[in-house]
């Protein structure tokens, strides 16, 4: 039986509330990226060049302290879920990424946006999950309903 593991950063709660709909429809555990120094409104404010959420995605070799990490090593497969930002996964997500053992795992992202698209985010997320699969991710609507989120979701493991 393939033991599955979502994890995700939400900086808003979109994410999250995807990734419980996700966890739920496959039996996975869920598991929350939190980071060390939570993240302001401020922060956030992708207007503002001088934010922190501005100057980390400028940096991509920037990684944000996370507040903990969860042994990957009873998985098979690990959803990562995180909200798109400058097109890309935050770096937040290659922080928990590389601080866990995907050898012989398969990794598959998805993610939440107002209307950007995934782009590059699953090449770009590829070297920090190192010894992994790393599979053609998708972004969802805040209005996905857990089938469509299933359906994804069965059709990539």
């Given at each position: ?12 709660g979109?994410?999250?509330k ?73 770096t937040?997500?290659?922080?928990f ?11 598959i ?21 190192k010894?992994?699969?790393?599979a ?17 979701a069965?059709?990539?493991?």
């Amino acid at each position: 039986m393939t033991k599955i593991l979502v994890a995700y950063f939400s900086a808003s709660g979109t994410t999250a509330k995807l990734a419980d709909k996700l966890a739920g429809a496959v039996g996975a555990d869920l598991f929350e990226i939190i980071p060390a120094v939570p993240y302001s409104n401020k922060d956030l404010d992708w207007t503002d060049s001088s934010s922190r959420s501005s100057r980390e995605m400028k940096d991509k070799s920037y990684r944000p302290a996370i507040a903990g990490t969860t042994d990957t090593s009873g998985y098979d497969v690990v959803f990562v879920g995180f909200p798109i930002w400058w097109y890309v996964a935050p770096t937040i997500v290659n922080t928990f990424l590389e601080s866990c053992d995907l050898t012989g795992k398969k990794v598959i992202p998805f993610a939440t946006s107002g209307g950007s698209g995934m782009g590059r985010t699953s090449a770009e997320l590829a070297p920090s999950c190192k010894g992994a699969t790393v599979a053609e991710g998708k972004r969802f609507s805040s209005s996905a309903s857990e089938k469509d989120i299933a359906d994804w979701a069965r059709s990539k493991m």
